[in-house]
């Protein structure tokens, strides 16, 4: 039932082995640009950000929390800059060329990675989430105490292995079969053999349901652990511990809400009788507009939910503002240094002439 019911809209084709590149289908011209900005925006935010977390997470004082939550925020920030790079900035290429401008090779990178990070990211936030609520309700487990930065990061690397699981399979087994979706620009494998009616639904509850349930669940009881300690002394656990537990219930909160619109859109499409999508595009790209803002957040996340995230990024501010205040001076001066000289040596060649005389 997948296999009939897979994307075959007019708005998918084949993107390799057309004679031309795809052009994009949009009336208004204005609004192509509109989108091409936006996700450029997204894509340029979104490396920037998780480019500075990576870098300020090399420094002890910035992440004052557990070190396995630093861990988890460091593979989250890959992550995020991996879909930044593969996905939001060939589309952002796609909407501002008007037309599928990259080589046929980026076609199976988009395909291959956007079905990685997306279960990826679900995975690692679901791990963040997890994780910090064992620390809190069973402080002494096994799990807790075992859960060293070392492990955090071998934890992390399986689950960029599991997430390479369902990309593998599509690429080998529709390494023929790429689509190109016109309303974002991307490409994506059609899920053309039969063998799919017997792994899909599992690969598909495995990686992109499963993760999303355990994070719903351990979101809950996060915020039924901040009811209580609020109840009980504002105090409880130490200003660290409020840290990690807003930064993981902030981060889960995000995920769900942005996922939930494009899952329930992308669910629609596969399940969707003969091929045919009943979604709009303008609402298609709006869905997947919405869900890029998981992937830009997490710099502003920690920046409001980690005090002394906060501190490490206005000092590096401070130093930044204080090195360009310095340059712009130094600039000025020698601009002015350079627009007087020549009158200096004006002066100094008519004294040599009257001396002459």
């Known amino acids: 039932y997948f296999i009939q019911s897979n994307l075959r809209t007019p708005t998918v084709m084949n993107a390799l082995n057309s004679s031309s590149s795809p052009m994009i289908e949009m009336e208004s011209t204005t609004m192509q640009h509109i989108w091409g900005t936006f996700f450029l925006a997204v894509a340029v935010i979104a490396f920037s950000g998780d480019a500075a977390i990576l870098a300020s997470s090399l420094n002890r004082g910035a992440f004052q929390i557990k070190r396995p939550l630093v861990v988890v925020i460091q593979h989250l920030a890959a992550c995020d800059i991996l879909t930044a790079i593969t996905t939001y900035l060939p589309i952002a290429i796609y909407f501002l060329g008007g037309q599928w401008r990259l080589k046929p090779l980026n076609c199976y ?19 963040m989430a997890m994780s910090k609520l064992m620390m809190l309700k069973r402080p002494l487990s096994w799990f807790t105490r075992s859960l060293t930065k070392i492990r955090t990061h071998i934890i992390c690397f399986l689950l960029w292995g599991f997430s390479l699981i369902a990309p593998l399979v599509s690429f080998f087994l529709e390494f023929d079969h790429i689509s190109f979706d016109h309303r974002v620009g991307l490409c994506e494998f059609q899920l053309t053999n039969p063998v799919w009616n017997f792994i899909l639904p599992p690969i598909y509850f495995a990686f992109f349901v499963l993760p999303d349930i355990l994070l719903a669940i351990s979101t809950v009881l996060l915020i039924v652990h901040l009811m209580d300690a609020r109840k009980t002394s504002r105090q409880a656990g130490g200003q660290e511990r409020w840290q990690g537990i807003i930064t993981a219930f902030s981060c889960a909160v995000i995920h769900i809400t942005t996922s939930v619109p494009f899952s329930v859109c992308w669910f629609m499409e596969i399940t969707a009788p003969n091929g045919v999508s009943t979604i709009g595009d303008d609402v298609y790209r709006a869905t997947m507009a919405f869900y890029s803002i998981d992937t830009v957040c997490n710099f502003f996340v920690y920046s409001l939910t980690l005090p002394s995230y906060r501190e490490f990024v206005k ?31 004006i002066n100094q060649d008519c004294t040599t002439e009257e001396h002459a005389v």
């Open 315 to 345: 000092e590096r501010l401070g130093i930044f503002r204080s090195f360009l205040t310095s340059a712009t001076q130094n600039f000025s001066n020698n601009i002015a240094t350079s627009s007087s000289a020549p009158a200096g040596i």
């Open 109 to 127: 990178i988009t395909a291959f990675f956007s079905y990685c990070t997306s279960s990826l990211v679900s995975m690692i936030i679901c791990f």
